[in-house]
Every structure is written in C-alpha cells, then in structure tokens.
C-alpha cells in the first residue's frame, strides 16, 4: 500500500473510532445542564457580593424595612462571608427618609444576629463600596493644575517630558 492510502486508511479508522450514535438528549440530561449552568452562575453572583460587601435599597420592599427575596438571598451570602471575615458592610442610603434607613439598618443587624454573625465585629457603613469616587468634572480640574510637578514617561526608552508649571504651549490634553 503506498503512503496516501495507508494514511487514508487510518484516518477513515481514527474517524471510525470516534463517531458515536448521536442521541436526543434525555430530561435528565437537561436538567443536569441546567444544575450546572444555574450553580456557575449562582457562584459568580456570590463573588459578586463578596467583593462589594454591599446592601443596596433594591434589597428591601418599597418603603419598608422588610427585606424582599432578593436581598434575602443575598444577605444570607453576605452573612456567611461575615461569619467567616468579619468587616465592612456598605449600607447604600438612597433617598429614604432617616428613619427608614434606621429602621433598614436594624433589619440588617436582625438578620446578621439570626445568621451567626457577630454583628460587634461588623461595621455598618453608608455609601458606595469603593467610596464615593470623584465626578469627572473635578478629575479634569484636578489633571489641569499649574503646579503639575514635572514627570517624566517613556515607553520603549522614548522618555517624554510632560507639561511643567506655567508651560501651557505643551499641554498633553
């Protein structure tokens, strides 16, 4: 046989060996995909309240201090990372009155207390996680400055020199 069959042959075995009957998935199939698909996504919601540490006004039922399914769920998350490191909690105060935040934030201790927590080891903050941060108004005034100190940057060993105090013929911007 010469080469060009042979290699022929092969491959018609290799293809042979590896086709297998396709079948219509079962109802068991499905829901296993499902299970799996649900349990990544379920994971990924986890880490997501995991790095922000964060109650948000959406968690409770429209001006009330009950929490609605959501932020039950979430809570109970957030309650087993507290157990585990306790810490900073961000407590988003949208436009609620004071006493409705008040009566929010009792709600959440509540729960913490229910869930093992130890609410002492917990501090309750309000706010964003993160911070507020800084609108871009004030980042542009802030970059704008004259008293920019002279800073050097280069890439590749070409250095550029950006704008010095006073210089406004060489702005980067």
């Not at 297998?20 to 349990?39: F, L």
């Not at 609605?68 to 961000?90: K, W």
């Not at 407590?91 to 509540?110: C, F, K, Q, S, T």
């Not at 609108?135 to 280069?154: F, R, S, Y």
Request: glycine content about 8%.
């Amino acid at each position: 046989m010469n080469s060009a069959r042979w290699t022929l042959l092969m491959f018609a075995i290799l293809l042979a060996s590896g086709c297998k009957e396709w079948s219509k998935p079962t109802v068991a199939d499905d829901q296993r995909d499902r299970r799996v698909v649900v349990s990544l996504i379920d994971e990924q919601a986890a880490q997501a309240i995991q790095r922000q540490r964060a109650i948000y006004p959406f968690y409770f039922i429209t001006g009330t201090a009950e929490l609605n399914d959501l932020g039950r769920r979430d809570l109970i998350v957030l309650a087993d990372i507290q157990r585990q490191s306790p810490g900073v909690v961000h407590v988003y105060r949208d436009r609620e009155a004071p006493g409705l935040h008040a009566a929010r934030l009792r709600a959440i201790r509540e729960f913490f207390e229910n869930e093992g927590v130890p609410v002492g080891r917990v501090r309750f903050d309000e706010g964003w996680p993160g911070g507020d941060g800084e609108g871009a108004e004030a980042v542009v005034h802030t970059l704008m400055k004259p008293e920019m100190e002279p800073v050097t940057v280069g890439i590749a060993g070409a250095p550029m020199a950006l704008p010095q105090s006073g210089d406004t013929n060489n702005k980067p911007y």
